[in-house]
């Protein structure tokens, strides 16, 4: 590229392609002429392969959870850019996810041009740039972001980007947040200024995992060997999926079970038998964590709900996780006796290091241990299964899931299934049964819509595995499903998505339920949660990518339209199909 057109985009652009990044997901706006241009002259003499390959995603939540989804599956920062103010607070709920969920994702906004008399190449000349000029644009996200700053001038453009995705990527990860003014990033630049040595990205890299301290490795230890019903609990320890094996070889040592609460990842085998079951709302006391004498919670934000389960108060708590104290939570507790902050693959190794070399403890005990847990497990296997039995002519979830897992059994390729089920979380988990790290994922938060641009950047990072999202009716249009699936058809990006079409809300129903189980809403199924009147919602990603698109609403129906779906994916084309499940209300 000419040096008379390097410009601070242009040493953007590239300091994007330095730290990693192979996807900018775009919503452009008047704040993005020089990046406009700087792609358009990278094209033109044959040097855009210096720049991350450009993806333009219609809404700004889609462009995000796109970013995130790329991310979960590879470890890296992908950059989102987007309009000034407005577009910044279209990410929002998608930004909360990636915040509570530690994805590292950088984030681009332009900020109205700072002069108005044509001062510098491109000052104001639209009405808009009145309007959305605002006074603290960065405050609107700086609840969710880990570092945020202005580009002020493009001579230190790289050694600025160079710290964000220094920031976003070390422990506990998470979002970045720059802006800069139309004039800054219009700005001319001397190429070899713009690349000092000071700059270098090798001297910016994240920080290394950390471990445990040799006393707490040994606390911990001593207190798994000595107890006779340890137990350990974790959320998201499978975000490093090389840390599940890890985990594996650590409970079978001592006959561990583990429970996965509230997982957004794959943590533990759902087929081992030291896999001791899940926790979401689940409403009654879970016996396996009442029996525990020692609990290791190892990576988790919620690993129990007080109010409704809970274990002893004679039980020894240890709290191993990247962010130990919850330090962006103002409310949460574990009563613990250690809290250590480390990395949980890290610190599953230290504690199999020290356990495999200490005195053996009577392995007899640890024989009838295992025993008991597996023969527990294999109960509960069997119970789930007598729950996927359909159900006369009513569709229930368990069958669903069931169908959806035994048909994804049969492929010779790589799967990996979003979840977004909300109300359906656990029969997701306990009935998909996934094995495979790395193949089942969540969005990390709470804020609904993740699934739809999350498909995509997963595609793009995989684009040999078979991506499936399973997805209740309003995650689905949180998920501005006509912009999701437009890019999906535009790029190439096939996936299938299956709703769980209940014609509702059924959370917020529970969450009614819960405080008020004899109110008048329950008496009257009075609940404001109904979709009624149905909506065809695969036709909107059919009008939007053409997609293979389904209703169903029997039993006998669902092998044969899963497969069919399938099929479509895996021939190149997008796929929703939308399963008719019992209704949320009869209001």
């Known amino acids: 590229m000419s040096s008379s057109w390097y410009t601070t985009s242009t040493a953007f652009l590239e300091a994007l392609r330095e730290v990693g990044v192979d996807y900018v997901f775009a919503n452009l706006g008047s704040d993005h002429p020089g990046i406009v241009e700087a792609y358009a002259q990278a094209r033109d003499d044959g040097t855009d392969g210096r ?102 001038t493009g001579e230190n453009v790289k050694q600025l980007l160079h710290r964000a995705a220094q920031i976003a990527a070390s422990d506990p990860a998470g979002p970045v947040y720059l802006v800069g003014a139309r004039e800054v990033m219009e700005q001319r630049l001397d190429p070899e200024r713009a690349n000092r040595s000071e700059y270098a990205l090798d001297r910016y890299g994240a920080v290394a995992p950390g471990g445990l301290a040799p006393q707490t490795v040994e606390q911990i230890g001593e207190a798994l060997l000595r107890a006779a019903n340890p137990l ?63 609990v290791l919670v190892l990576g988790s934000d919620v690993p129990w709900i007080p109010t409704k389960n809970r274990p002893t108060e004679h039980a020894r708590v240890f709290v191993v996780d990247i962010d130990p104290l919850k330090e962006q939570m103002p409310l949460w507790h574990v009563p613990a006796e250690v809290f250590a902050r480390a990395d949980p693959g890290t610190a599953v190794r230290q504690l199999t290091g020290f356990v495999a070399g200490s005195t053996p403890i009577e392995s007899g005990s640890v024989a009838v ?149 004899d109110g008048a809403a329950a008496a009257n199924d009075d609940f404001n949660v109904s979709f009624a009147p149905e909506a065809d919602l695969p036709g909107i990603a059919a009008a939007a990518s053409g997609a293979w698109a389904r209703t169903i609403a029997s039993p006998g129906e669902v092998p044969v339209a899963v497969k069919e779906a399938l099929d479509a994916v895996r021939s190149g084309r997008p796929a929703v199909l939308s399963v008719r499940v019992e209704a949320v209300t009869e209001s």
């Not at 309009?83 to 590292?104: D, F």
């Not at 429970?259 to 006391?285: C, K």
């Not at 847990?373 to 009513?394: C, F, I, K, Q, S």
């Not at 569709?395 to 979840?419: G, H, N, W, Y």
Request: charge should be negative; charged fraction near 20%; aromatic fraction near 8%.
């Open 51 to 152: 720049f991350p390959d450009l993806i333009i995603c219609p809404h700004e939540s889609v462009a995000f959870s796109a970013a995130q989804g790329y991310a979960q599956v590879t470890g890296r920062a992908q950059a989102v850019i987007v309009h000034v103010e407005c577009g910044t607070q279209n990410i929002g709920g998608m930004l909360h996810n990636a915040a509570k969920g530690r994805v590292p994702v950088l984030i681009f906004a332009g900020s109205s041009p700072m002069t108005q008399h044509g001062e510098l190449t491109g000052s104001r000349n639209e009405f808009i740039q009145w309007i959305q000029d605002v006074h603290d644009q960065r405050g609107i996200v700086r609840g969710y972001t880990k570092y945020d700053n202005e580009i002020r």
């Open 232 to 294: 350990i609990v974790t959320s998201y320890l499978g975000t490093d999926p090389a840390a599940v094996p890890a985990l594996v070889e650590l409970s079978e040592l001592l006959a561990i079970p583990v429970i996965e609460s509230v997982p957004m990842r794959l943590n533990f085998p759902a087929d081992h038998p030291l896999h001791a079951g899940y926790q979401w709302n689940t409403p009654a006391q879970n016996p396996v964590l009442a029996a525990a004498d020692v």
């Open 369 to 517: 241990r295992y025993a008991a847990v597996a023969a527990e497990h294999n109960r509960r296997t069997g119970e789930l299964a007598r729950r996927e039995r359909p159900d006369g002519e009513r569709i229930t979830p368990e069958f669903l899931v069931a169908s959806v897992r035994e048909q994804l059994s049969e492929l010779d390729e790589d799967v990996i299934v979003l979840s977004e089920a909300i109300s359906n979380y656990q029969v997701v988990n306990e009935h998909l049964r996934c094995t495979t790290p790395g193949g089942l994922i969540g969005s990390g938060g709470g804020s609904l819509g993740w699934h739809a641009g999350a498909a995509i950047g997963v595609k793009l990072a995989r684009p040999d595995a078979l991506v499936v999202s399973l997805v209740g009716d309003g995650s689905y249009l949180f998920g501005v499903p006509a912009s999701a699936q437009w890019v999906a058809r535009r790029y190439g990006i096939p996936s299938l998505t299956i709703i769980f079409d209940n014609e509702g809300w059924k959370s917020p129903k529970l969450s009614t339920l819960g405080v008020y189980p």
